[in-house]
């Protein structure tokens, strides 16, 4: 391992950590900004032209806010439960290819952190990581209320990571690989998953808005019934990395969605564009569509939320195990069915 190997990827793991962080803090924006416009008002519009410094306003308000401690004997699990809450969110992207490559000083450069063969296991196995920083949070807490909320978190995230991976294994039969770099790079043109798969997509959407604690399954920081959820007694930055941390899932479960299912960097015409643009030209444009597609998924998580009431909790849990997850298994089951059938045809010639 040279030392230009090394700076590529530190270089390319600040940048992916920048864009993350930005992506997160600009998402607080676009939530008010698009809960403005539905509900027919301004939204934030006083710091900055058009509030676009609204989110520096927000982190500076956290850093600077009084830092207190609930009376708790778990001090320390305090502090852990959002750090790892916010390392568990930020960890996921060093999977995720972000283009093709770029041909730079003389080298090709891959637009991914590390491209490991089992890169979806190792996204599941860090986002069911991220269940102890909120059950650590609520459970330090020394309140009631938060407990509650913890509780509701961990028990809705790893019920619906059950459809979620199941889900999954009918796209991996269909594709043959846990590799997200092969994934997209299967889908060239318009060789989408989601046309091959729309129940599977259907199925991780829904799972996703539960993993992320959005609405319609937000029920973890149902106010009328846990004030805050499991977030009550946090203050300052430390209640800022839960929130951080909620919006940079929001963005890494777009990212997701758009690779697996809506061919992430790929474009119609990608091949003609790099025959004829160059390879740099035309990969940028992949970045752009890729970040396109992330945006439009974005907006429909914010779009739903200002929309669709919350669940309740036993509507939730009903949902996660009594319909999804038996949709999962018929979803395998015809996936399986189709593939034997296929391959009983080419064996025969047909």
């Known amino acids: 391992m040279n030392s230009a190997f090394i700076i590529e990827k530190s270089v390319l793991i600040v940048v992916v950590f920048a864009i993350t962080m930005l992506m997160a803090m600009y998402s607080t924006l676009a939530e008010r900004k698009i809960a403005a416009w539905l509900q027919d008002r301004i939204g934030p519009n006083r710091a900055g032209k058009g509030g676009i410094l609204q989110p520096l306003a927000d982190g500076l308000k956290l850093f600077s806010k009084e830092e207190f401690f609930p009376n708790t ?96 294994i009918a796209l991996l039969m269909m594709t043959g690989t846990l590799s997200l770099k092969e994934i997209s790079m299967q889908q060239s043109g318009l060789h989408w998953n989601v046309f091959y798969q729309p129940l599977s997509f259907l199925i991780f959407l829904i799972c996703a808005f539960a993993e992320t604690n959005r609405t319609p399954f937000d029920l973890a920081e149902c106010e009328s019934e846990l004030i805050g959820g499991y977030h009550t007694e946090y203050s300052s930055m430390k209640m800022g990395f839960y929130l951080f941390a909620e919006y940079a899932n929001m963005f890494i479960s777009a990212t997701i969605l758009a690779v697996l299912f809506f061919g992430g960097y790929n474009y119609p015409g990608m091949e003609w564009a790099v025959t004829h643009w160059g390879v740099n ?60 059938r296929h391959e009983i045809a080419t064996y025969l010639g047909f």
């Open 73 to 168: 004997p778990n001090r320390i699990l305090f502090i852990v439960g959002p750090a790892i809450a916010m390392s568990t969110a930020l960890m996921t992207s060093a999977v995720i290819p972000w283009g093709d490559k770029l041909h730079l000083f003389g080298k090709d450069i891959i637009l991914q952190a590390t491209d490991v063969d089992v890169s979806l296991l190792y996204i599941f196995g860090v986002v069911s990581v991220g269940v102890y920083g909120i059950m650590i949070g609520g459970w330090a807490s020394n309140n009631k209320f938060s407990l509650m909320g913890a509780v509701r978190a961990a028990s809705q995230m790893v019920s619906y990571e059950v459809a979620m991976g199941l889900s999954m």
């Open 281 to 340: 030209l035309a990969n940028i444009l992949g970045i752009v569509v890729l970040f396109a597609k992330i945006c439009g998924f974005i907006f429909f998580y914010m779009w739903v939320r200002w929309t669709i009431p919350r669940f309740r909790y036993d509507q939730l849990m009903h949902l996660g195990w009594r319909i999804l997850i038996p949709l999962s298994i018929a979803n395998i089951v015809i996936t399986g069915i189709v593939l034997l």
